[in-house]
């Protein structure tokens, strides 16, 4: 399947959380073991004037990586127990990141379901720290780009608008008026919190 190049990634944050949609997420484990999975959900989250994302107040050393150029992984730590995996989307020192929120697992289920402790296909990766844990990843891996060989995106065909939903944002409380989450509706993979 053809591989994403830096070129997808080069559009606006709110059509990036669309076009992920249906793509599929690629992790290269030491020893050439490979990962994918679907993505079904996305949310999508902005800098400057947008209250819920962490870049909102301007660039930290937490957030650095959401002012990287497109294509950029952003994998922060929340709760003292999770990581989200996030990609970066606006022009380099433009904060903007789409949060995967949910994935079909596709490959290497087996090493999914031991890193989750279930054997539940709908449940591996039906949430943004689900997705980490499935996938490995955490914090060390934040910075790191598509298209270097260990993580990258395989193509597949655009879903169809009338099959993809909108709504808020899950678990925030601000921001909450923005309708930035997309979802593939009907998949049975999709996170379970409730739009805020």
């Known amino acids: 399947m053809e591989r994403l190049e830096k070129q ?6 709110l059509q990036l959380a669309t076009a992920l949609l249906g793509k599929t997420f690629v992790r290269i484990l030491p020893g050439n073991r490979v ?4 993505i079904v959900e996305t949310e999508a989250y902005l800098g ?31 709760y003292g ?7 970066v989307s606006e022009p380099r020192e433009t904060a903007g990141a789409v949060l995967l929120r949910a994935m079909e697992p ?21 949430g943004p720290a ?13 910075g790191s780009d598509l298209f270097s060989g260990e993580f990258f995106l395989e193509n597949a065909p655009r ?10 944002r899950i678990g925030i409380s601000r921001g909450r008026e923005l309708q930035w989450r997309k979802f593939v509706i009907g998949s049975p993979h999709l996170s379970q919190g409730q739009p805020s």
Not at 81 to 87: F, T
Not at 159 to 168: A, D, R, V
């Open 106 to 126: 596709l490959e290497g289920q087996g090493f999914m379901e031991r890193q989750r402790g279930t054997a539940s296909a709908s449940d591996l990766m039906s």
């Open 81 to 87: 127990c999770h990581h989200l995996v996030n990609i």
């Open 35 to 38: 990962l994918k999975g679907r």
């Open 8 to 13: 997808f990634f080069i559009i606006p944050t």
């Open 48 to 78: 400057e004037g947008d209250e819920a994302s962490h870049a909102w107040r301007g660039k930290t050393d937490r957030n650095a990586p959401m002012f990287e150029a497109p294509g950029t992984l952003y994998v922060y730590f929340v």
């Open 159 to 168: 879903i169809p608008e009338n099959q993809i939903g909108t709504s808020s």
């Open 130 to 142: 689900k997705i980490a844990q499935a996938l490995d990843i955490n914090r060390s891996h934040s």
